[in-house]
């Protein structure tokens, strides 16, 4: 199975929670690049991450993550939509240390986030990279940019990622028992990897937090999916001068590829497709090659 999010509440407060699995969907995307270690772990987080913040969101769309920094890895890109369908990338040099932390790979830099709905204007926020960890800098994130308290709990190893999120409702207080926040946030500081890598997500709760009163919902499911299409590579070749594009074609032997670097898809564009740029879509049997 891709994955699975779960979402739930505790009781007559105004906190809720998430927490994720994922299995097949993070083997997906490290099997399309040879990625070290360190930076198969940190995919795993940034994968669990986007897949509990998308689980919040009241909205058809997307939700991407980027990790934009001066250290070895220079940019990590993670994104999720409604559905459940997620992918993400990395782009690094080779000065990959073996034992490196989150400051030692991303350096200094910035944490954007943006929500893409599939209606309406995007939204996007964007905070310095903060803290030893990604769950630290994304709790830094939602405290300065959104004034929610959020907490994250995030883990990876190269064959499994999951994460826990709790976060205290917007417009709410909380209420009688106002010791219910930090009294949860340190139960779920005591999450092992072990434990949220091998256990079922119920039992990760009922060991984390069976004597609070927690309400469960559904779970859905999680899984890799490339949004990639031919219909975004056209637009990318529409940004793109005509005369250059030509150039471009004839160097290649008459066509140009574009190639997914999150799937590794290739979309064919002959000469023809090439001058149809110009004046509106591109035939429907032009090629998309695997």
């Known amino acids: 199975m891709g994955g699975k999010l779960q979402r739930f509440h505790f009781q007559g407060s105004p906190v809720r929670g998430e927490v994720c699995r994922l299995g097949e969907a993070y083997r997906e995307v490290l099997s399309r690049h ?8 940190l995919l795993g987080e940034a994968m ?3 897949a509990l913040m998308v689980g919040t969101l ?7 993550m980027q990790i934009q920094g001066d250290g070895p890895v220079s940019l990590l890109v993670a994104e999720a939509n409604e559905r459940g369908e997620l992918r993400a990338i990395a782009r690094y040099d080779d000065n990959i240390p ?3 932390g989150w400051t030692a790979l991303t350096g200094r830099g910035q944490l954007v986030l943006t929500i893409d ?5 995007r939204y996007q926020g964007i905070v310095p990279l903060e803290g030893a960890s990604l769950a630290a800098a994304l709790g830094h994130y939602f405290a300065q940019s959104e004034q929610l308290p959020t907490a994250f709990f995030l883990f990876a190893d190269g064959h499994a990622a999951g994460g826990l999120m709790l976060q205290v409702l917007p417009g709410h207080d909380q209420g009688e028992d106002d010791d219910i926040w930090p009294r949860v946030c340190n139960l779920a500081g005591t999450l092992k990897a072990g434990e949220m890598l091998a256990l ?3 039992d990760v709760l009922y060991r984390l937090f069976h004597e609070e009163q927690v309400e469960l919902f559904e779970a859905s499911g999680l899984s890799f999916r490339c949004s990639c299409s031919r219909e975004r590579s056209e637009n990318a070749l529409r940004s793109i001068d005509m005369d250059e594009l030509r150039e471009i074609a004839r160097e290649q032997g008459g066509f140009i590829e574009v190639d997914c670097q999150f799937c590794h898809r290739r979309y064919r564009f002959d000469s023809v497709d090439i001058e149809q740029l110009a004046h509106g879509p591109v035939r429907a049997d032009s090629t998309s090659l695997q």
């Open 34 to 41: 040879d990625y070290p270690e360190p930076v198969r772990a």
């Open 48 to 50: 669990a991450a986007v």
């Open 58 to 64: 009241k909205l058809r769309g997307s939700l991407i």
């Open 98 to 100: 073996a034992d490196g």
């Open 117 to 121: 709905p599939d209606e309406g204007e």
């Open 200 to 202: 079922d997500m119920e």
